[in-house]
């Protein structure tokens, strides 16, 4: 028996000279060097996550020739200034620890109607300071219910409406040019109904047969059905569709959204071409959508299963050979210990912060910072080459995704919790500024989501005059904790819901919707009047950002903890003792005392750097109504 090092090393021996026998290897001799430099660092790892997946097979060697051919015909189209970028990232891999990151996410159509619009919105993204732009699924999909998108239905075309392959090519090169880096997503979890894959599945072309998980009658379906989570019980109970021939296909999201089967090797391939085509377009960071649910296993819950994670490494070990200046953002809207295992180096460098970002609106809600600053305190510290990104609300529902075991340690009881907030934030509580709206009510588990913008759960709609402070607050804790923040657009300038989606049948039944409005000029046009709310807002916002970027305490992700004696008031500081930030933010409408001796190894007073005011800390100290602290305790 040979040992798995040697075994690798015929791989490798074998696929190189597969490779190198290739026409195009020897045309491109140049971009051959630069791959097989690559290829002979990574290709171990490589080989150690596909082959658990696919050693087995007899046919593994060819799998492997072929999944490297199609890298290589990817990087050998890779445009030039791509290339050179990958030189500079793997010079300065930790690029993105910068404290002058800030991230912003929108709808092209949604925010400048299409790509062209958009390019012209690079001015005001460099004014609000972005360095990173997530644009929303803007793939071909379906017409009607595309669930925004996330039903792909081929990664090689842009959706018509929103303009041409070329319209992207030069947005990226445009953000690029401007010091902002494109995020795109990678839907990788299912295709739309319409792909080819999936009508070529439908009408028994052998290709495409096990692209999905198709099944003949219920009798699967049924087995699996009894430990899958429901995620869109609105759409279909259980996670199955049937189709007009009677069959049945995989769908944990919408009917139209197809599960691929990735225990087939095939898939895998031809999802790895997809993806390196969207890296040649000049996507610098790649969302991975649904990451938890890609591996499938009977007996099991089907979600954060080993096997999700084998097929992100074998990815990201891809894109180190062909795609290098890329990294991977985890979207896992899961429990947090589940949460922290798709961050990694050889995995997803960065992740979404679900849970703070629960636990931001939970703070709100109760006036409380517990679980927030057990949070930070515990969960927050990630291994120095990945980041969180951390974010106020997405284009998803408020799921409230802490850790009942957390909860109980403070004496919280997760189920009688989560429905506390859910009526808190649907304006079913007495006495709450929010005006959501429920997302996926499921009477049968007593499961709820919520949907609203960050301005309508601050309370903008009802018109409270503390909504401004609120929303600066929130934003606040997402800005100064460690690792990159991320603005959904338009809640800068404090935009409502939008409950036109009602009118539009394709979109009634997702409430998600309510808080994906369009740009709103007007909004925008007051962002500069201080007496405005919109002015206060982007005003506040702007301060925090500036700030944040001129100070090296806030670069990378790392915080320690700070009890500020007050249970409405959070406390965590950034930088190294000696020369560190002590950043305060109480969660009360009412003003907050922090007593003395919390202090004790602070200095006697300190500038807020975010007034400019000095703060005396030696006798302690009182919050306003939400007010925030950026306490510079360096040179004191
Ligand atoms: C992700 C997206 C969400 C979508 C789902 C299915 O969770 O964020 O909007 O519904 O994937 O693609
Ligand atoms: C579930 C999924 C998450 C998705 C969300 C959409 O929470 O875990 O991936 O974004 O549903 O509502």
Redesign the pocket.
């Known amino acids: 028996m040979l040992s798995v090092a040697h075994q690798t090393q015929l791989a490798h021996q074998h696929v190189a000279a597969a490779l190198k026998a290739r026409p195009e290897a020897k045309a491109a001799r140049k971009a051959w060097k630069a791959f097989e430099a690559r290829l002979n660092t990574h290709f171990p790892q490589l080989v150690k996550e596909l082959a658990p997946l696919y050693g087995a097979r007899p046919d593994f060697l060819d799998f492997l020739v072929d999944l490297l051919s199609k890298a290589f015909d990817a990087w050998n189209a890779r445009p030039v200034d791509l290339q050179a970028l990958d030189l500079q990232r793997e010079k300065n891999p930790r690029w993105f620890q910068s404290q002058k990151m800030l991230g912003g996410v929108c709808y092209v159509d949604l925010y400048a109607g299409n790509l062209k619009g958009l390019q012209k919105q690079i001015p005001y993204f460099k004014e609000l300071g972005l360095t990173y732009l997530h644009l929303m699924p803007l793939f071909k999909c379906p017409d009607g219910n595309s ?2 998108g ?1 039903a792909v239905s081929s990664y090689r075309e842009v959706n018509p409406a929103l303009g041409k392959m070329e319209d992207l090519q030069n947005l990226a090169a445009a953000l690029r040019a401007e010091g902002i880096s494109l995020v795109l997503d990678f ?1 990788f ?2 295709t739309s109904d319409e792909h080819a894959w999936a009508t070529g599945a439908v009408a028994g072309d052998p290709q495409y047969a096990d692209f999905y998980y198709l099944f003949p009658d219920r009798t699967l379906p049924d087995a699996y059905d009894k430990t899958v989570r429901e995620i869109f019980p609105d759409q279909h109970p259980g996670a199955f569709s049937q189709l007009p021939d009677g069959r049945w296909v995989w769908t944990t ?1 919408n009917s139209f ?1 197809w599960d691929l089967n990735y225990s087939n090797p095939a898939v895998f391939t031809a999802m790895a071409g997809e993806m390196l085509a969207i890296a040649n377009l000049g996507t610098e960071i790649l969302r991975m ?2 990451v938890a649910f890609v591996w499938k296993r009977l007996g099991t819950v089907c979600e954060n299963l080993p096997e999700a994670h084998t097929v992100i490494r074998a990815f990201s070990a891809l894109v180190r050979i062909a795609a290098p200046s890329m990294l991977f953002k985890s ?1 896992a ?1 899961v429990h947090p210990d589940d949460v922290v295992k798709y961050i990694s180096p050889e995995e997803c460098q960065l992740s979404y912060n679900p849970l703070q970002m629960a636990l931001l609106w939970n703070s709100l809600a109760t006036r409380e910072v517990n679980l927030l600053q057990q949070a930070l305190e515990q969960r927050h510290n990630l291994d120095p080459d990945t980041s969180w990104v951390n974010y106020v609300r997405s ?2 529902d408020i799921g409230w995704t802490f850790a009942d075991e957390d909860a109980i340690q403070l004496g919280i009881h997760g189920f009688a919790h989560r429905q506390f907030l859910n009526r808190f934030y649907v304006n079913r509580f007495e006495g709450s500024f929010a005006r959501g709206v429920p997302f996926q009510d499921n009477p049968s588990t007593g499961d709820c989501r919520i949907s609203g913008t960050c301005a309508s759960l601050a309370g903008v709609e009802q018109g409270d005059p503390l909504a401004a402070a609120r929303i600066l607050l929130l934003h606040s804790v997402a800005l100064s904790t460690g690792g990159m923040p991320l603005i959904y657009l338009g809640d800068e300038v404090g935009t409502p819901n939008d409950p036109s989606y009602l009118n539009d049948p394709t979109k009634a039944e997702d409430s998600r919707w309510v808080h994906r409005p369009a740009r709103v000029a007007s909004l925008y046009a007051q962002r500069h009047k201080k007496t405005t709310v919109p002015g206060q807002i982007y005003q506040g916002l702007r301060r925090m950002v500036e700030v944040r970027a001129s100070l090296e305490e806030f670069a990378g992700g790392q915080l320690t903890g700070f009890r500020a004696g007050n249970p409405s008031v959070l406390g965590y500081l950034r930088g190294t003792p000696g020369a560190h930030v002590l950043v305060l933010a109480s969660f009360s409408e009412q003003p907050q005392d922090c007593p003395a001796e919390v202090f004790s190894a602070q200095p006697a007073s300190a500038v807020d750097l975010l007034t400019g005011q000095t703060r005396a800390l030696l006798n302690g100290l009182t919050l306003g109504p939400y007010e925030r602290l950026w306490l510079d305790c360096g040179a004191a």
């Open positions: 669930d925004g996330y839907i979890n299912h999201f959204q959508d649904a979207e809207i284009h998803d």
